[in-house]
């Protein structure tokens, strides 16, 4: 049996399971509520150590909350803008991120920071309150939020690091960063990784120097001298990030990202592109010439929507796109992207 697989289920305790979801009241998702009622009660079986359980009881709360405070801003795309928390007011690249930040509210987004100081004010400053989120973490040197936000019924304190770049993730349509310490490489590094390996979805990464400058121009020197010509990346691989000092560059590269292409989402092993416009024959016939190396079996066609999306009623208006993608080439597959915003 492997190792997740799920054992055989006690009906005693699947019964006494679903009255206390029926004591509780109808819901969303019971099945997958009540999986995780059975999964807590074998931590007392399975796990001893009370900072392991405290672990996972604290992860789930501040998951459950995060995703209901997000969900009424579902239908609104967002950015998430990482930096230093050292940058002070007076630098350059605070009033550039204030400035991309008030450029892509006003082009109807909102923003994320991580709700510190720094960077992270700065592009609560652009955006304002009203358009801001903040995913803050419990630091002993950083407790209290940045007083744009701090009162804000749209910010979380998170205790660990992991939920919260999760919450980042989950809820942004864009990344920007801007130059930071050890925290903006790591959440940089880490956007990168999940997009490169398909456990995140595809979106706009922005690297932003301030003008003329040479930050991220140096990391990305490194990126090519050591890491592709090395071959420890794919030469597709570097298409998943731009660097611009431009703040209306930034902005035109990420609102384009969406100009012709919508979401995507797997359906057993095909993968679903949602678009927002139909595209010609000719305009299908030329990804099938061009991309054929991530197709695994058949072609690129448009198709109606699975019967899987008819039943989460995802976004069945769209037009989409499907075909057997090779689950790898995420490089390739976000110049496609590119193609498909050109038509």
Known sequence: MDRFEKPPVDPELRRRIDELIALKGAGHNQDLVGDIIEQALKLMTDVEDRGDVRVIQTALRELRYAFKLFAPYSHIRKVTVFGSARTAPTKQEYQQAVDFARKIANAGWMVITGAGPGIMQAGHE???????????????????????????????????????KLTFVRNSHAIVLFPGGFGTMDEGYEALTLMQTGKAKLMPLVLMDRPAGAYWRTWDKHIREHLLRNGLISPEDVNLYHITDSCDDAVRYITRFYRGYHSMRFVRDRLIIRLQH????????????????????????LVEPTPEERDDNQFLDR?????????????????????????
Do not use: C
């Not at 995913?135 to 304190?157: F, G, V, Y």
């Not at 989409?320 to 050109?342: C, E, H, P, T, W």
């Open 126 to 164: 652009g955006a304002g309150p009203e358009r801001s989120f903040g995913a803050n973490i419990r630091l002993p040197w950083e407790q209290s939020a940045n007083p744009i936000i701090q009162h804000d019924k749209k910010l979380i304190t998170f205790k660990y690091f992991f939920t919260r």
């Open 278 to 301: 139909v595209p010609s024959q000719t305009a299908v016939d030329g990804l099938n010439e061009d991309f054929s190396d991530i197709v695994t079996t058949g072609r690129i066609e």
């Open 319 to 343: 037009p989409r796109l499907a075909f057997d993608f090779n689950k790898r080439d995420y490089g390739r597959l976000r110049q496609m992207i590119d193609v498909l915003n050109s038509f």
